[in-house]
Structure formats: C-alpha cells, structure tokens
C-alpha cells in the first residue's frame, strides 16, 4: 500500500510570497524582536513597526497592514484599537491580542465577541505561528475577495469601454510573457502581426527609463498588490508611436497567474457625437452589470431598486456659476450617500439608484419606510451658502436578475413611479387617532402661555413648521463599550428658518411659549416612536433617548398617560425603550416638583436622562436627589478629552458621579479620532459623535450594509 502525505495549506509558501505587513501595538521590544524572528526563520518577508502610544497608532492606521498584534500599550486599549480599526478603511483587519497576564481560559468567547480575532501566547513559538498564518490567511483572503471585486468591476468597465471605443491598448501577461493583444496595443508598438507579440518579454517591449522603479512594481503587483497598479512610465522605446509619459494599469484576469495591461491612448475623436453615445450606452450596462454582480456577491432574500431623484430644483441653481451648479448636483449624491450605506450609481443628472437588500420582506419594507424621512424639505452646503433639496423617493422590488439594459430601463421607470412604503399601524392601535395631541392641560394654572408678538418670526415660522409635519428629527447611535446595547440612538430635532438650520435646542424663545413647547415635543415623540416602532422590526433591542423641554414634564397634566400609549405603541419587548432626557439646568429649577414626575414616568414604562451635565457646582447634589439612569455631560467636559492631564480630570469627576449613583454615563460631540479614542481612557460607557455615525434622518445601524 502507497502512502498518502497529507500537507497543510497553511503551511504552503503562498503566504511567503508576498511581504507580509504587521503593525505591532507593544511596549517591549524583546517581544517585537521574537515575533520578528519567528516570521523571518519561517522564509516570511517582514515589513512590522512597533509602537505603544495613540498617536502613533492614529497615524499607521492610515497605511495598509495584514495583521495587527496586541500586547501592551501606555495609553491604549485593545478595545479602543478594535473600535478605531472598525472605522477605518480597513474595517475587518484582524487583531490578534498577546495573552494578557490576566487572562482566564473562560474569557476566551467574550473577547471573540469584542472583535479580538485570537489570543496567542508567545511562549509557545509553533502554536502561536500557526495561529498567526491562520489570521494572516484569513487577512490575505479578505484582502483578495475585495481586490478581485473592484478588479473585475474595473475590468468589465474596460472590457466595454475596448468594445465601444478605442482609447485602451490591451495585452495579456503570464509571467512577465505576452500572451494575447489587441489591435490598438500592436500598433501602439509597432507591431503590425499578433503572432510576433506572444512570447515577447513585457520589460522588453515597454523598456522603461527607470527599470528598477518599474520591476519592484511589477513584482509586488504580480503578488496581488493591485494599490500599486497605476502609474506612469517614459518608455525608451523609439517604435512607440504615442509621446511619453504612458499611462499604464494592471488589472487581475480571470485566468490565474495572468495580469492584463491596459494603456491609454490619445483619441483624437473623443468629442464625436458617436463616442459620446457609446459611452453612455456602457454607463448603463455597467450599472446594471455591477447591481447584478452585488446580488452574486452578498446573497439576500429579497431585494429592491431605490432611485433618489429632484422632486425640484431650486431656480438659483439654474442662475449661478458652473461651480455651484456642478457641486450642488455632487452633494444630492453625498447627501444620499451619508444617508444610507449603500452604493449609488449615477443614472441621469441628479438622479441615482441604489440596491437595498433585507432577510425578509418585513425587514425590507422596514428599512424602505425609514427613508421617507428622507422627503422632507433638506438644506445643502455649499461654500459656505445653503441651498435648497427636495427629494423624491421610488422602489421597485428586484425578483430575478437583470436581464439587459432594456430591462433595467423598465425597473427604473417602475421605481421612479412607485412609492415608498408607509408605516402601519401597531395591531389593534390606531396610530393616527389614538396619538392625536389634546387640548394642553396645565397644572399650574396661574402659568399661562405667553401670547407671542409680531415680531417673533423665529416662534412663527417654528409653529407653521409644525403645522406642515416639517419638523426634522435626527437620530445618531451611541457607540456601547460593553457591547451590549447596540441600538440605542439619541433623537435631537430642529427645522429650516431663513434658509438656514436651527437646532430645536437653541430656540429659547420656546420657554415664552408652554403651550407650543408641549405640542412640540409631543409631536416630536410621536414621530420618533413611529420610526422605532418600524425600526424594531429590523433590530428588536432598538431604544431612544429623546430630548425634551422641561414644559411638558412640569405643565402637562397627561403626559404619564401619554408615555405608556407610546410605549404600548412602540410594541418593543424591552422593559423600557424610551429613555426621556431634559436638562440639568431645567430640572435642578425644581428638584421636588421634578422628582414627582420622574417617579411617575418611571411607573409608566419610562426612563429619564439629564443632558449637559456636570458642569456647575449644583450637579453633584442634584444627582445624590434626583432619581435618574443616565447622564449626558456637558460639552466643556467632552472637551477635556483634547490632552492627557485634562483626561485625567474628567476621570476624576466621572469616579465621583459614580460614588453617588451608578448611572450610565454619555459623552457626545466625538466628531475626530482623537476624542473618539481618548473616550476609552474615562468611565463612561456610552460615546458618541460623528466620527462613530453623523445625524441621520431616519434610523440605520452604523454597520449596515
């Protein structure tokens, strides 16, 4: 009997081909050297740096790694490397964490669930190499997967463009061999006969001035290191009928071990009315080519077309310069995109289609009314001026494939004329008669609502707002340290008001107002509950923490009642999920008289938060008597997060919030890197901003793709 060998492929020199990239996190540069040496004497190539500072980290997260290694840094946790890695362009990069001294065999699934990818321990040489060529392996995978899907995205884009127009010389490469080219790469050459091509050396014919500069790329290229694949080349080569520089890409074939070269040519026609037409004739097939190819790539159940078009354009537009004109058509598509995180594909001038994709019909629609929000009247920036946008929002649902561009012309006729889905009903509760707003009734009589002068434009125009139902609701998710509450987003509102956006917030004049200010907020409540009513169909654990005027607390003498309607509404499993937030400033005006509707609230279903906290010398006693979950601090404390001592401070003061109760604590307004990743250094488990997820519209979890 013969014998079988049986080899590991984990062990096979593919993964030694290629240079392999490693961005160690580590305060010992014994353990940086030993890693090191490990790789070396296994015949890898090794490009690794070592630091253990945030900044640093910051920086390199910038370049393209393989793997990340975790050991021990002054002032960085693994959690805050997962969280920054998760938002970089290299989302799935794994981290693999040196066994920390404290570890317990047990831990081993909550790290997994954190986003470690393993836990290795160096004092095992061959068990902790396997582990790292698992990771490297699963790292190269994922790399690959993403290449070849923009790689053959370009490729079929070309492919088309070679069939449609001739402005690409094309040719095949084995092994630094021709193998095959077209008609428009021989006479770029000179070459007058296919057959004189094919196993000529490519270094042979393009003959470049700087060779060494040109055989790096090519070898690097060769091992799939496509960021490196365009560029330009003066070619020494006198039968090149085209003046230097050439403007050369490599892209994968499907064949393997085989590159295709492209190089651009100069086209003399590239104004004919016939190019023009060819070129718009391959924007649509590409279009459709790609959606087609997405459904391949990321299986769903159900999908649906989405077109994004004007509903109307301002006139201003038609009037300015070409700049604005030209930008104002560029941020339609950066506003949709920002919106939802899909790809979007030009089809018209400001018109754009997308694919949106659900498990289940339910979740589609669900995802399909969240965007009608997105209809209301919207404001654009642009050099520093606001214009206005008016969307309008179709479906169709996609059942089978795109057949052609004949066919993919009727589905966007279909979604460009249906509708969006509306939000029904939770069962037996009718949402549009059981939430009417009453009559106001307050109860502290001798308060009556201040009738509003004529020239409180700013009172009038928020009042006509609310008559329209244009009053806009943001929603931004708040990043859980523990992992666990995933889906909590916090809702702030504000409307358009001299052509510009005003935060509901900075409306002072309100207190002059009790009775708009409580009409408002319940408003606010009612459509807020609406969206998370829909939103739990996709994300059951999905809560709110809504920002409120302290009118509706104090004055409106229903408003307990009116919380446990919302929440029967809402229909979610959870105990509570609606957490009420109003101002310290307001609250601590009237501790006892707070307190009783706090408790009141509390019985209904309800949770209560104080916003801007901690900054006077009042917040500590207000706390040790108030009856509330959670805080969020005030924005001068966020700011401490900007350097090191001031960081400690806060720490200082979270410690001693946590001495008197233990809330839960949020800091918000993260909006850069640096804030977003000192947040881990103090105790507060909630933390937010717009480097994690901006204000939206509607709803969506930040990793919903």
């Avoid at 490397?81 to 909550?110: G, M, R, T, V």
């Avoid at 509306?422 to 009738?451: G, M, S, Y």
């Avoid at 702030?492 to 001299?498: A, E, L, P, R, V």
């Avoid at 002072?508 to 829909?534: A, F, G, T």
Wanted: net charge negative.
């Amino acid at each position: 009997m013969g014998s079988i060998k049986v080899r590991n492929p984990l062990l096979s020199k593919k993964l030694k081909r290629t240079e392999t990239r490693l961005l160690i996190i580590d305060d010992n540069q014994i353990r940086f050297n030993q890693i090191c040496d490990l790789l070396t004497t296994n015949e890898h190539v090794v490009q690794a740096i070592l630091l253990d500072d945030l900044q640093s980290f910051e920086k390199q997260l910038q370049q393209n790694w393989d793997l990340i290694i975790f050991g021990r840094a002054y002032d960085l946790k693994y959690e805050q490397a997962l969280s920054l890695i998760q938002l970089s362009k290299q989302p799935n990069l794994p981290i693999l964490l040196l066994k920390p001294e404290d570890y317990q065999a047990e831990q081993y699934a909550h790290y997994m669930r954190k986003g470690v990818y393993d836990i290795l321990n160096l004092d095992f040489a061959d068990r902790f190499y396997l582990g790292l060529l698992r990771a490297l392996s699963f790292s190269r995978l994922s790399l690959m997967q993403q290449q070849l899907i923009d790689e053959l995205e370009s490729a079929q884009t070309h492919a088309q463009s070679l069939v449609q127009d001739s402005n690409k010389a094309v040719a095949l490469i084995q092994e630094g061999i021709h193998i095959e080219a077209n008609s428009e790469y021989l006479q770029l050459f000179g070459i007058k006969n296919q057959d004189d091509i094919i196993g000529l050396p490519l270094l042979d014919l393009l003959q470049p001035k700087d060779i060494q500069d040109f055989k790096l790329r090519f070898k690097k290229i060769s091992q799939g290191q496509f960021d490196l694949a365009r560029f330009d080349i003066n070619t020494l080569n006198t039968q090149v009928v085209q003046a230097n520089p050439l403007k050369i890409e490599f892209l994968s074939s499907t064949d393997e071990d085989t590159l295709q070269i492209t190089i651009d040519m100069d086209n003399a026609e590239s104004g004919d009315e016939t190019t023009t037409s060819a070129q718009k004739n391959i924007q649509g097939f590409n279009t459709y080519q790609l959606i087609n190819r997405s459904i391949l790539q990321q299986p769903s159940n159900i999908n649906a077309l989405v077109i994004f078009s004007l509903a109307s354009c301002p006139e201003i537009i038609f009037n300015s310069d070409w700049t604005t004109s030209k930008n104002y058509f560029q941020h339609v598509k950066d506003f949709v995109k920002d919106q939802i995180n899909i790809p979007l594909f030009k089809v018209g001038i400001g018109i754009f289609i997308g694919l949106l994709q659900g498990d289940s019909k339910a979740k589609l629609d669900s995802k399909l009314i969240g965007l009608g929000a997105l209809t209301k009247p919207q404001l654009l920036q642009i050099n520093e001026a606001s214009y206005p946008l008016n969307l309008r929002i179709g479906y169709t649902q996609l059942d089978t494939e795109i057949h052609d561009e004949q066919h993919f012309e009727q589905l966007i006729n279909a979604a460009y004329t249906t509708a969006l889905p509306q939000n029904e009903p939770a069962p037996q509760i009718e949402l549009t008669t059981q939430i009417d707003i009453p009559n106001i009734e307050f109860q502290q009589p001798e308060i009556k609502p201040v009738h509003i002068s004529a020239e409180s434009s700013l009172i009038r125009a928020l009042q006509q707002s609310l008559d329209r139902g244009e009053i806009h609701l943001k929603y931004q998710q708040l990043y859980d340290k523990q992992d666990t509450n995933l889906y909590t987003y916090e809702v702030t509102s504000g409307f358009i008001f001299d052509s510009a956006w005003k935060d509901l917030s900075d409306v002072r004049e309100l207190v002059e107002d009790p009775e708009l200010s409580i009409k408002l907020d319940r408003w606010i409540l009612v459509e807020s509950c609406k969206q998370l009513h829909n939103f739990i169909t996709q994300y059951p654990e999905a809560k709110l923490i809504v920002n409120l005027n302290k009118e509706i607390l104090f004055y409106d003498q229903t408003f307990s009642e009116f919380i446990a309607k919302l929440i029967t509404i809402i229909g979610s499993k959870l105990s509570h999920p609606l957490i009420l937030q109003f101002s310290e400033q307001d609250i601590t005006q009237n501790i006892p008289e707070a307190q009783k509707h706090i408790a009141q609230l509390r019985q209904f279903g309800a949770e209560v938060a104080l916003r801007d906290f901690g900054n006077t010398i009042y917040s500590e006693a207000a706390l040790r008597q108030l009856d509330v979950n959670s805080l969020t601090l005030h924005p001068a404390l966020t700011e401490m997060l900007n350097n090191e001592q001031s960081t400690e401070a806060l720490q200082e003061k979270i410690v001693v919030l946590h001495e008197i109760k233990p809330v839960e604590i949020m800091l918000r307004g993260l909006n850069d890197m640096t804030l977003f990743a000192n947040a881990w250094n103090v105790d507060a488990r909630f933390i937010q901003g717009e480097y994690f997820q901006k204000k939206l519209d509607h709803l969506i979890d930040v990793q919903d793709q």
